[in-house]
């Protein structure tokens, strides 16, 4: 154990100012172990306003998420599942204690055919339950739906919130050009705060933490080619009466998620592989068709209101006078799952914990990941000896 770098904190470099790359910086930093740095081409702060500018979306999914929690991982992915538990807790946890969080306890509702019906894994972990009887169930087509406690967040506003904090307890954001390696973000380095920290020793004077996302198939000492984008359309409508979020996934996957002030955000597509940038209009009227179905209160219905053929046309010309913008998103899917592994840069003998490719799920598995990389990142810097061998990582 390397006792100087608990005294001394030891130079962070997080590549990357989406939430994965915030909350990451804020546990290491939060540790008092660590001096961090952020390094990204886009950050959430000074200003909130550039996170919706189209040109950013492509490097940048955080700003453009729903966003809720809706646990994601499948029945045998029990360290994903762990991971989203924790975050829950953890979002509930901020929301209690920080209204200004933009989070806030809402009941979820999940809609499905019974014939595709498998209970997701969090049933059974998390409170507020209940299988909804069938006489009061949305429209036709849908024979389960389960209600449940959960959390919703504005996205864009959480994660400047989270960088706020990570600033107030000493962290530092840094705006870069596109970087073309990880070894370029070490010109970032914080200086150590005691000479017995260097960048000789042993590769723990700096650790690098990758949390580039999408940018991770084009950095050139990472080129993950399992790195694509999974394309997302959203439409924001003002909906005070909405306050829940509903997900259904039926023949397809729409959902509607209240963002607590007031507007909503209706989804969706998963487009994998697809970088266009346009939204398409029959996309927009298949989405307020559907959301519109499963959620009545949009347009200030009640609940009990079913859309019908002879209705339909009307609420949704009243749902799109509500539409205040759209937008389209890159979700960092990652063929085989996130990576969270130990490694080394390709110059000097730097370690780097890389911590990308979340996919659909980067917000609601985001602390759970965080203090999985600050694990390794431990294991860096604890090391006596280097990380070993070039290629040998070491995974969670
Ligand atoms: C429509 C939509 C809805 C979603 N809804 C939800 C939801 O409800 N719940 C949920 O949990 N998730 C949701 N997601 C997914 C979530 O948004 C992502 O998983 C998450 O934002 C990924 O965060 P990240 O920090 O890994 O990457 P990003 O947010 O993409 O951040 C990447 C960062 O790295 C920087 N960077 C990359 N390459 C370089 C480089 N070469 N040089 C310098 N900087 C670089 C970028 O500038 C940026 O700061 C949604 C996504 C979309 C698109």
Redesign the pocket.
């Known amino acids: 154990m390397n006792t100087n770098a608990k005294q001394h904190q030891t130079p962070i470099i997080v590549?990357?100012?989406?939430?994965?790359?915030i909350t990451t910086a804020y546990v290491l930093q939060a540790s008092g172990k660590y001096a961090v740095t952020v390094v990204?081409?886009?950050?959430p702060l000074p200003t909130l306003s550039d996170a919706y500018t189209t040109s950013a979306a492509p490097?940048?999914?955080?700003p453009?998420?729903?966003?809720?929690w809706h646990g994601y991982a499948k029945l045998d992915q029990t360290d994903l599942q762990q991971k989203e538990l924790f975050t829950l807790h953890m979002l509930q946890k901020l929301c209690d204690l920080y209204p200004d969080s933009s989070i806030k306890r809402v009941k979820g509702y999940e809609y499905r055919k019974a014939a595709d019906y498998i209970e997701p894994y969090f049933i059974r972990h998390i409170s507020g339950v209940r299988y909804i009887p069938t006489s009061e169930l949305p429209p036709q087509g849908i024979d389960v739906g389960v209600e449940f406690d959960t959390v919703v967040f504005n996205a864009p506003e959480y994660l400047a919130w989270l960088a706020r904090k990570f600033v107030a307890i000493g962290g530092v954001l840094r705006q870069?050009t596109?970087?073309s390696s990880l070894s370029d973000a070490l010109k970032y380095a914080p200086t150590p705060s005691s000479p017995s920290s260097n960048e000789n020793n042993n590769g723990a004077g700096v650790v690098v933490v990758n949390?580039?996302?999408?940018?991770s198939r084009?950095?050139v000492d990472v080129a993950d080619a399992a790195v694509t984008p999974a394309r997302?359309h959203?439409v924001l409508v003002r909906s005070p009466e909405c306050q829940d979020v509903t997900v259904s996934d039926e023949s397809e996957w729409f959902y509607v998620?209240p963002r607590g002030n007031g507007t909503v955000i209706l989804?969706?597509t998963y487009d994998i592989g697809n970088w266009s940038q346009t939204t398409n209009p029959d996309t927009t009227t298949r989405i307020l068709q559907n959301t519109i179905r499963l959620c009545p209160q949009l347009i200030g219905e009640p609940a009990t209101s079913h859309t019908t053929a002879q209705n339909i046309d009307d609420r949704v010309a009243k749902l799109r006078e509500r539409i205040v913008s759209e937008h389209v998103?890159?979700?960092?899917m990652r063929v085989g799952g996130v990576r969270l592994e130990l490694s080394q840069l390709d110059v000097g003998n730097v370690p780097v914990v890389h911590n990308?490719g979340?996919?659909?799920?980067?917000?609601?598995s985001s602390w759970g990941y965080a203090y999985g990389a600050m694990r390794l990142v431990d294991q860096a810097v604890n090391s006596s000896c280097s990380v070993g061998p070039k290629h040998t990582q070491s995974k969670l």
């Open positions: 590549v990357g100012a989406g939430i994965v790359g990204a081409e886009y950050l490097a940048w999914a955080s453009f998420a729903g966003g809720n870069s596109r970087l949390c580039t996302g999408l940018g084009y950095l997302g959203v998620i989804g969706g998103g890159f979700r960092p990308y979340h996919g659909g799920y980067g917000y609601q």
